[in-house]
């Protein structure tokens, strides 16, 4: 079992920044690729960002590319999603999630969810 917590959502400007982290706990973080996901209301969950387990490869929503930037510190058992030149349309609530093998945008994929961290972008 893996247990992923993610924290730094919030409220922000349009424009603005700001950095999710997800911890992981329970089995070495370095053996999972991660993965970002966001849903906002009334809307299917989404892809957001995928990493592989080494972080050598990373991989973006065509909506976010640009902007957003997925790391990882396998030695801390983190996570991180920086988003940057937020937009309102980035509202949503975030969840970073976990799979053996490699990086999938695919949520079906994935085998351990964290509980979401809302973000909200104001205009």
């Known amino acids: 079992q893996v247990q992923l917590v993610e924290s730094g959502g919030g409220l922000v400007q349009a424009g603005g920044s700001l950095t999710l982290s997800c911890a992981a706990s329970?089995?070495?973080?370095?053996?999972?690729?991660m993965g970002w996901f966001r849903q906002a209301p009334g809307k299917e969950r989404e892809f957001v960002a995928a990493?592989?387990?080494?972080?050598?490869?990373?991989y973006y929503a065509n909506s976010v590319k640009g902007r957003f930037t997925i790391s990882r510190d396998n030695a801390k058992n983190t996570g991180y999603l920086q988003m940057d030149m937020l937009k309102p349309e980035d509202k949503a609530v975030y969840y970073c999630a976990v799979k053996t093998s490699g990086s999938s945008a695919y949520s079906y994929e994935y085998d351990y969810w964290g509980q979401g961290t809302q973000v909200t972008v104001s205009s």
């Open positions: 990493i592989s387990r080494s972080g050598g490869n990373t």
């Open positions: 329970g089995r070495p973080f370095s053996n999972y690729a």
